[in-house]
């Protein structure tokens, strides 16, 4: 199984930007789809984006298509998340998450493994 840590939170502007890092251990990382969440306070978390295997696809949910990017680097075990244009509705506490099928999922009962999470504050 494989272990994740995010790093990278912090509190920005809107419109400003900011970058999460999920570094992973304990598992060949390369054979894991990854995810990123988000959830707000007081309300369930929600699909961010995801990536496949060997990053050659990703997705995004629509209210951060054009604006979030991620990527992976599987030799250093780390998927990323770059935030740009941020809005306060943007706000919450990001994880990245892992799981074995090929595919992105977008319900986070189909993913494995978590991270503790990473607080992203936007301020208007």
């Known amino acids: 199984q494989v272990q994740l840590v995010e790093s990278g939170g912090g509190l920005v502007q809107a419109g400003g930007s900011l970058r999460l890092s999920c570094a992973a251990s304990?598992?060949?990382?390369?054979?894991?789809?990854m995810g990123w969440f988000r959830q707000a306070p007081g309300k369930e978390r929600v699909f961010v984006g995801g990536?496949?295997?060997?990053?050659?696809?990703?997705y995004y949910a629509d209210s951060v298509k054009g604006r979030f990017t991620i990527s992976r680097d599987n030799g250093q075990k780390t998927v990323s998340l770059q935030m740009n244009s941020l809005k306060p509705e943007d706000t919450g506490v990001y994880y990245c998450?892992?799981?074995?099928?090929?595919?992105?999922?977008?319900?986070?009962?189909?993913?494995?493994?978590w991270g503790q999470g990473t607080q992203v504050t936007v301020s208007s």
């Open positions: 998450a892992a799981r074995r099928p090929i595919r992105i999922a977008t319900i986070s009962n189909e993913y494995g493994a």
């Open positions: 304990g598992d060949t990382f390369n054979s894991y789809t």
């Open positions: 990536i496949t295997r060997s990053g050659g696809s990703t």
